[in-house]
């Protein structure tokens, strides 16, 4: 049987009453109610307590007591007298669990065993009061910073009220081993707060007060903390204690589902892995009449040919070796919808999975809406799963040749081109980029790269690329804080994110190119400047450079291949292309996506954009 669950009102925005209701919709078993939220609130502990029952939810702990272990007399003494205080407070919320979190005062006294009086006598005053107290080693403690010295304080005070307090974040964020984790006896481990954060060179305190993440949302090494906890067999709640600057200003509701998956997330992964993918099926454009005359002439200069429309509805499939694009102008259904309320955009694209029901299951499993769809007799029925941006991923079976489209499309002969699909790149508002990389690590297996920071002439945009195993899905996730940049004039202009992004990859970027000039499509320009860097760098022979130049290729590589990779001009402020090639210098190839070469793109697009 699973754990119970709860979250730290701190996690979300708003006012106390918003974020309880948002906690009880998401499905959360308990709350620990963070102290500054009591304090807040126009009400008294008692209505809180009420608010808390008739939402069916736990007050699981009342958080954090600070500064108690190891004071002076003078100090010490008070600190009792506060402690007194929040006990009969509990009583009247409903609780019996107090956080205290180890000491940080300048004035703070070491020593485990004077730590462990301290303790001790806090026990028996919890005992009059039917409490606990949970004691939690923060990771910039003065003289306690790990969990194993805490835990040592709790053995030594041995007092039935007094347990310790796991935080994954504490522990991972210093790189403690963890298997000593797995020697707590499980009734001493009174709570276990979880918490995921990215890769960061700061101080752990910023660090943990502005960026921490819901599991699955970071690259801590959660997988080893579960498992010398479940070492333990702890049965207690798992807990999310979440600081971070995005959901402090994200709806309450979406950051409660989020942190809701992420626990099953954290759960469930240890025993099943996330769904395969083998490939990206077809990318699908929602667009007005007018647009997909203009499109099919991009398409068609692009290398593109059309080789299917569909039987019943203005929708046309297009293809170029592995690549298979959509045009749906249809006024009915849920291209039409999307069109509607974001303007001519991708509204979907479709993901080989090597078991469609098994992805819809997990999807459910995570609380994300599945799309069954109505279709004619005689059509082919592809079920989809809602993103966060109310976009479509369609699930398509690994077999998709051309028995699989019959049904749907009158079929004409497909020439044998070179494109695949090499890259989606998706714009995001700031606030859905975490909610995002959720969705694919917990529903399909890909891995999440590092942030890298993406210099735009307005701003910086922030760039995570998401992969599967071999590479045959790749995402770049892009969003950006700055109302200037590329990526948030997208946002303002669709009314939200989607694809801006598509990159095929080919076996010759310069014959493909020079195909693209003849028939007039529009490249962009690169500066001049660029390509003196580029021989200083590299050493391309002279008339090699020249053709780059001429074509606006840019070239980056790492240890294991080079890519030449050039763009298209933006289509209708909708979408861009790129074009790339990936070579190899033994038996890997080129594992990357230029971005070293991303800030003079962005400055190329933002010029035309201005001209």
Not at 276 to 291: N, W
Request: proline share 4%.
């Amino acid at each position: 049987m699973p754990n119970p669950t709860s979250i730290a009102t701190v996690s979300l925005s708003g006012d106390l009453r918003t974020k309880l209701e948002a906690i009880a919709k998401a499905g959360f078993d308990g709350v620990e109610l963070f102290e500054q939220d009591l304090l807040n609130f126009h009400g008294s502990p008692q209505t809180v307590r009420a608010m808390i029952s008739d939402l069916g939810l736990t007050l699981v702990a009342f958080q954090p007591f600070r500064d108690f272990e190891g004071m002076p007399y003078s100090e010490r003494q008070q600190n009792f007298l506060r402690a007194e205080h929040k006990f009969s407070l509990m009583q009247q919320l409903g609780t019996d669990l107090m956080l205290v979190c180890s000491n940080v005062s300048p004035l703070a006294l070491g020593g485990l065993d004077r730590a462990a009086e301290d303790f001790f006598a806090l026990g028996e005053l919890a005992k009059k009061y039917g409490a606990r107290v949970g004691f939690e080693a923060l990771a910039w403690g003065k003289h306690i910073s790990d969990y194993r010295d805490a835990w040592e304080v709790v053995r030594r005070a041995n007092h039935p009220a007094i347990g310790t307090i796991l935080d994954s974040f504490h522990i991972l964020a210093k790189n403690l081993e963890v298997n000593s984790i797995a020697s707590i006896p499980k009734e001493k481990i009174f709570l276990v707060q979880v918490a995921d954060a990215p890769s960061l060179e700061m101080g752990v305190v910023p660090w943990s007060r502005h960026y921490r993440n819901f599991p699955g949302q970071g690259r801590l090494a959660l997988g080893a903390f579960m498992q010398a906890l479940q070492a333990t067999r702890y049965d207690g709640y798992y807990s999310l204690e979440i600081f971070n600057d995005q959901f402090r200003a994200a709806p309450p509701k979406q950051t409660a589902k989020d942190g809701r998956r992420s626990l099953v997330y954290l759960e469930e992964c240890q025993a099943a892995k996330p769904i395969s993918t083998s490939g990206v099926g077809f990318i699908e454009f929602a667009v007005s009449q007018k647009v997909a005359a203009e499109l099919s002439t991009l398409f068609t200069g692009l290398g593109f040919t059309p080789v299917g429309q569909h039987r019943s509805k203005q929708v046309t499939l297009w293809r170029n070796g592995q690549a298979q694009l959509i045009i749906n102008s249809q006024n009915s259904g849920f291209a039409h919808q999307h069109k509607a309320v974001h303007g001519s955009s991708v509204c979907a694209f479709a993901l080989c999975v090597p078991s469609v029901e098994a992805t819809i299951a997990r999807a459910k499993e995570f609380f994300y809406e599945v799309i069954e769809p109505n279709v004619a007799a005689g059509e082919q029925p592809i079920p989809a799963i809602v993103g966060t941006d109310g976009s479509l991923i369609y699930l398509l079976g690994d077999k998709t040749d051309d028995s699989f489209w019959e049904a749907d499309f009158h079929l004409t002969s497909s020439p044998a081109n070179s494109f695949r699909i090499d890259h989606i790149g998706q714009v995001l508002p700031f606030s859905q980029s975490l909610s995002w990389l959720l969705f694919y690590r917990s529903i399909f297996a890909v891995q999440a790269s590092n942030l890298t920071n993406i210099p735009d002439p307005s701003g910086l945009i922030t760039s995570q690329v998401l992969e599967n195993d071999d590479c045959s899905v790749r995402f770049v996730l892009n969003a950006s804080q700055y109302a200037g940049t590329l990526s948030a004039k997208y946002l303002s202009g669709h009314a939200g994110g989607g694809v801006q992004h598509i990159a095929f990859s080919t076996t010759d970027i310069f014959i493909t190119l020079e195909q693209w000039a003849k028939r007039e499509v529009k490249l962009l320009a690169i500066p001049e400047n660029y390509y003196a860097d580029l021989q200083a760098k590299y050493g391309f022979e002279p008339a090699l450079l020249a053709q780059m130049q001429r074509l606006g290729v840019l070239y980056d590589q790492d240890q294991h291949g080079g890519f030449f990779h050039a763009y298209t001009q933006t289509f209708a402020d909708l979408f861009f292309i790129e074009l790339c090639q990936r070579t190899a210098f033994s038996h890997l190839e080129y594992q990357g996506y230029g971005a070293s070469n991303a800030p003079v793109r962005v400055a190329a697009q933002t010029r035309l954009g201005a001209a």
